[in-house]
């Protein structure tokens, strides 16, 4: 596909998904928040759910974590338009809660649909939802956060590159610091392609950190 079929084809997939019914969030959403950025993106980011904020504009990102998101991309030369950025839930649950197995499962192909129409080398996964949802591993961001790792997603192999969440890190300094320096990774792990088997496709056990009790919170 190239770039003008690609963003087409996007762009009628937003519109199928506005209307989609799959699961009870559609009941009180303001609208679908689908994703933005570029649909020729080589580094996706995917988040949890859409917030308040992100219901109301229709755009993922747009509150306090989204300013923190921006800062970390301006750090590594980037702005939103250079990646695209999505959630795993595309409708805001409410009161912000957790989202819930089953809205998961009923959203999980769209999220799949645009890994596979954008094709990117490198899927950020912010915290814990993404992360296990798209390593199809139960380990927590603690534990993973800045381990790159080859995941075949449908038919595409990318690169998954854990990071806590922003809005976890806001709050916190010293994980806000372990974010910036997964970060400054990013550059690196887009030069290098999939297919050098740099990437372990298992974490070495030896590399796992331990399991703290806070990863049982959603976002860390
Ligand atoms: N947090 C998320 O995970 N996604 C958003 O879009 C906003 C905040």
């Given at each position: 596909m190239d770039t003008v079929e690609r963003a087409a084809a996007l762009r009628q997939y937003a519109e199928e998904t506005?209307?989609?019914?799959?699961?009870?969030l559609a009941n009180g959403?303001?609208?679908?928040?689908f994703g933005s950025g570029s649909?020729?993106?080589e580094l996706m980011f995917v988040g949890e759910a859409p917030g308040f904020h992100e219901d109301q504009?229709?755009?993922?990102?747009?509150?306090q974590a989204g300013k923190l998101l921006d800062e970390l991309l301006g750090g590594i030369?980037?702005?939103?338009?250079d990646v695209f950025v999505a959630n795993v839930l595309k409708c805001r649950p409410p009161g912000n809660r957790d989202p819930q197995p089953e809205e998961i499962a009923s959203c999980e192909p769209h999220l799949f649909r645009q890994i596979e129409l954008i094709q990117p080398q490198l899927v950020a996964t912010l915290g814990n939802f993404a992360t296990k949802l798209l390593s199809g591993?139960?380990?927590?961001i603690t534990r993973v956060h800045g381990y790159e790792q080859e995941v075949t997603l449908g038919a595409r192999t990318v690169l998954l590159y854990p990071l806590y969440h922003p809005a976890a890190a806001l709050y916190t300094p010293s994980m806000l610091k372990v974010l910036e320096e997964d970060f400054a990774r990013i550059p690196a792990l887009l030069d290098r392609s999939v297919e050098e088997p740099a990437a372990a496709d298992e974490i070495p056990a030896a590399v796992l950190r331990p399991e703290p009790e806070s990863v049982q919170l959603g976002l860390f």
């Open positions: 506005s209307m989609c019914t799959r699961c009870a959403r303001t609208q679908v928040v649909p020729d993106a504009q229709g755009v993922p990102f747009v509150g030369g980037l702005t939103r338009a591993k139960p380990a927590g």
